[in-house]
């Protein structure tokens, strides 16, 4: 049963899997906007669905706190080969629940320099992410597909262009997950690397 986190909260991947990963699979799902319409002398008006390009991002950390590598649409690989991100969606919507972008994480791989991976989503058409409704990023087991975690990222509403939304991170030789869900601004994940400082 995978476990629906909070802010702020912390779980280790091997509890919560109850074994030890290799594989895992960060998610990140969302719906098509909800645009409302005056139409032409005020009829023909009403809601209507439109197509927003998000784009999720992993950046590598070492210990010191330096971006080591980044895994996003312009880079699909990390140079490691131990992230691979599904490319680019620029709709939004699909099956409710269902990823419209994932990234792939070979945890045997990860450099053993890298200490921290932080997932981020950023809004590169420029649109706020206010009324973008089911946006969520999951964490799941590649071998059997199974959910590990969830997190809301409870969009709706915000004014906002940019999202750190999770962490994941070694800790007594374990990898562990935080989830952040904190709000900034930007186009790409280089405007949010001020606002992700304190998360190292």
Aim: net charge negative.
């Amino acid at each position: 049963m995978a476990i629906n986190l909070q802010k702020g909260q912390r779980i280790s991947l091997e509890k919560e899997a109850g074994r030890g990963l290799t594989r895992v699979i960060m998610g990140l799902g969302w719906g098509m906007k909800q645009v409302q319409s005056k139409g032409f002398l005020g009829f023909g008006g009403g809601a209507r669905q439109e197509a927003v390009d998000l784009d999720a991002s992993c950046l590598l950390f070492d210990t010191s706190g330096n971006l080591v590598d980044t895994v996003w649409f312009r880079q699909l690989e990390s140079h490691c080969g131990s992230i691979r991100h599904s490319g680019d969606d620029r709709s939004g919507g699909g099956e409710a629940g269902a990823d419209n972008e994932r990234i792939a994480i070979d945890l045997s791989r990860v450099p053993a320099t890298v200490q921290a991976l932080l997932f981020t989503v950023n809004s590169f058409s420029g649109e706020s992410f206010a009324g973008i409704p089911n946006a969520f990023c999951r964490l799941v087991d590649d071998a059997n597909n199974g959910e590990i975690a969830r997190f809301d990222l409870s969009l709706e509403g915000g004014s906002h262009t940019g999202l750190i939304m999770t962490k994941l991170y070694r800790h007594n030789n374990e990898w562990k997950m935080q989830a952040l869900g904190e709000s900034a601004e930007g186009r790409t994940f280089h405007d949010l690397l001020p606002a992700l400082r304190p998360y190292l």
